[in-house]
């Protein structure tokens, strides 16, 4: 949708709203839930956090309907759309202990550098107007051979 409606940047967030600011909340919440559970060798419990965060924010994906809001509220449809993006970012940091190569190519996929990838990096949000490159997967689809 970025790339389609965006010309491939950042979205400038316009005011948030309420369920705006909790999922900003949750994202922000994780990497002291992740980096306790991590110390603790426990990470099976700090990728059960993420999950958690990601399925709360497809759920806040969905209700916002930002297909909808494309035409009817614009700039509402930019805010969903960095809402996500920036959940996705902080998803992308907090999985590289465990899944380099994925939180790797999220990260890349968001625009960001090397430089933005360390777990006191998720406290500076996405920059509005950052280039992004063309969407690709981040996993290959599953392709049954019968």
Known sequence: MVAKNLDGQVP???EFTADDEAMLA???ALLGKVRAE????????????????????N?????????????????RMATVLYVTL????VVGIL????????????LDLLGQGPEARQF??????????????APSPVFPRFVDEE
């Open 86 to 89: 920036e959940v996705v970012r």
């Open 95 to 106: 999985v590289q202990p465990v899944m380099p190569d994925a939180g790797s190519k999220i």
């Open 38 to 57: 991590f110390e603790e060798q426990q990470i099976h419990l700090g990728l059960e956090a993420i999950w958690h965060v990601l399925g709360e924010t």
């Open 120 to 133: 006191s990096d998720i406290a500076t949000r996405l920059v509005p107007s950052t280039a992004l490159p």
């Open 12 to 14: 400038t967030p316009g």
């Open 59 to 75: 759920r806040y994906f969905s209700a916002q309907e930002p297909w909808v809001l494309r035409k009817t509220d614009p700039a």
């Open 26 to 28: 949750q994202a922000d």
